[in-house]
């Protein structure tokens, strides 16, 4: 890859927070999973009825994954693949499976994003998805306008929940967020979801790979004010930048625009309180509550 590569609307948060839907019906890996799924189930001997029962799903669901309508859950998959004999068939799809999950300006970001070595964020509007506890993503959803689908809203948790795989990956990727004050403060979700998702970032914040730092309000000096962004060190040494606003994103992998946000980012967290300060300031927070 080289230079920017823009993706399609619907940008958010820069962690894919906004969407324009699902994703395509029938849409390439979902086509493929849904036939091999559909043939093993008639290797087997099973009606989709007797299949849905046996995996604890209903038959119209059964034929929604068959028909590459809907992404099925991992739990599934491991469950159709073992059940069916698969032979490891249908669990060998299950990340590119996962990434239909996310909509489509976002799944080029995911991708680099479980390819990490190194992985810094600076967030704005909402706690990045990373760092986001079930019920604090969902209520993100909710409030997406035009308004998402339930089903769609179901997916996009359930995508958010997969990508923090990343924490339990080993070797461990380094990982650092820098915080807006004002997103550590506003209560999403309510005062029960709120307290829940700053006790989340406590808990993430021990983790030996993880540093996480609050920029304060009071702050005069500030390098961020252009806005969030992630930059993404892969495996491979490849440096790709990622920023989302409105609805357009952008994935930087030529040399000179990610070293400018990276040098951005050393100045926004030589501004921000160190992490001590930062998860004692969190702890204040959930005190006020």
């Known amino acids: 890859m080289s230079g920017p590569v823009r993706g399609e609307p619907g940008g958010g948060a820069a962690d894919g927070t906004e969407d324009p839907g699902r994703p395509e ?25 007797e299949f849905g029962a046996r995996t604890g799903y209903s038959t119209s669901t059964i034929a929604s994954y068959e028909q590459g309508r809907r992404v099925p859950p991992p739990r599934f998959i491991d469950t159709a693949d073992e059940l069916l004999d698969a032979g490891g068939v249908l669990r060998e799809t299950k990340e590119e499976v996962a990434r239909a999950q996310y909509p489509a300006f976002f799944r080029d970001a995911a991708r680099l994003e479980t390819e990490a070595v190194e992985l810094h964020v600076y967030d704005t509007h909402v706690i990045n998805g990373l760092l986001q506890t079930e019920e604090y993503a969902e209520a993100v959803f909710r409030m997406r306008r035009p308004l998402l689908d339930e089903e769609t809203i179901r997916q ?38 709120h307290r829940g998702q700053l006790e989340q970032v406590l808990l993430t914040g021990r983790n030996r790979n993880v540093e996480i730092q609050v920029m304060p309000l009071q702050r005069e000096d500030h390098a961020g004010l252009a806005g969030p962004f992630t930059l993404i060190e892969t495996k491979a040494g490849q440096r790709v930048a990622y920023t989302e606003v409105q609805r357009s994103s952008t994935l930087y992998t030529e040399r000179a625009p990610v070293r400018e946000l990276e040098a951005q ?3 926004i967290r030589a501004q921000a309180l160190t992490p001590r300060e930062s998860m ?10």
């Open 280 to 289: 004692a300031f969190v702890e204040g927070l959930l005190g006020e509550l």
């Open 265 to 267: 980012y050393g100045i």
């Open 25 to 49: 019906p029938g849409s390439g890996v979902l086509r493929v999973f849904g036939r091999q799924l559909k043939r093993f189930r008639l290797r087997a001997g099973l009606e989709r009825a």
């Open 156 to 193: 996009r948790v359930a995508a958010r929940m997969h990508r923090q795989e990343v924490f339990s990956r080993w070797p461990a990727p380094l990982m650092s967020f820098v915080v807006e004050e004002a997103v550590l403060r506003r209560p999403i979700g309510g005062t029960r979801v």
